[in-house]
């Protein structure tokens, strides 16, 4: 069965610490893998996939077809990056979200 | 500006009451895809479609039906909604293998 696991749900850290949010994912064949976050009271909206390698507001991505995981890492994580983060694998039609972490950088 | 738009976006309602919640989107995206989010259980795909007349089920289904008539909309239809269908709902769209635009949102509440 197709599923993605983000096994924390809420994690908090101190503004400047490392952040990593784990995605594991099960999906036939090779999906394209993606971030998306939701700000408060915003829409979801993108914030990386794997196939661009870019990095987007310090955020990187590390795919391992191996481990069948894209955890999202950022080495200083910044008050403005609390949000909702939700990592999605999308092939032949059908995004499977992840429930989501609930990311808080504490002052 | 490209986007999507949904409406309504705040809607209360009965049980068995039928309502429509219309997406447009005017990005000329083939795909559009309808979701639901719960507290604890993410984003859950209701229904997509990959081009006009073209739908299918996504994993939460049961109690929706959808329609493509034309490229830019793809509204969601509840026929008798229920209390278990209040929710957060969002439509989206993409083109290909490409990041999805999502809509604000609407929240329905069935009473």
């Known amino acids: 069965a197709q599923r993605v696991t983000q096994p924390e749900k809420l994690l908090s850290v101190f503004k400047g610490a490392p952040v990593e949010l784990k995605c594991n994912y099960s999906?036939?064949?090779?999906?394209?893998l993606f971030w998306y976050v939701q700000y408060s009271r915003q829409r979801l909206q993108l914030l990386l996939r794997?196939?661009s390698r870019e990095s987007i507001k310090g955020f990187t991505a590390d795919l391992n077809k191996g481990e069948t995981s894209f955890h999202l890492k950022k080495p200083f994580a910044q008050e403005e990056d609390s949000a909702m983060y939700y990592c999605?694998?999308?092939?032949?039609?059908?995004?499977?979200f992840g429930t989501g972490t609930r990311l808080k950088v504490l002052a | 500006e490209a986007q999507v738009t949904q409406n309504p976006r705040y809607l209360i309602t009965v049980t068995g009451k039928k309502l429509t919640v219309t997406c447009s989107q005017n990005?000329?995206?083939?795909?559009m895809s309808w979701y639901r989010q719960d507290p604890g259980l993410g984003l859950r795909q209701i229904y997509y479609?990959?081009?006009?007349?073209?739908?299918d089920k996504g994993d939460v289904p049961e109690g929706y039906k959808v329609s493509r008539k034309e490229k830019r909309n793809f509204p969601l239809i509840l026929e008798s909604p229920s209390p278990n269908q209040t929710s957060l709902y969002f439509c989206?769209?993409?083109?290909?293998?490409?990041?999805?635009?999502f809509g604000p949102g609407t929240r329905l509440t069935v009473l």
């Open positions: 999605a694998p999308y092939g032949t039609y059908k995004y499977i």
């Open positions: 990005m000329n995206h083939e795909y």
């Open positions: 794997h196939i």
């Open positions: 999906y036939s064949g090779s999906p394209e």
């Open positions: 989206a769209s993409s083109s290909g293998y490409n990041e999805q635009f």
């Open positions: 479609s990959m081009n006009v007349e073209v739908t």
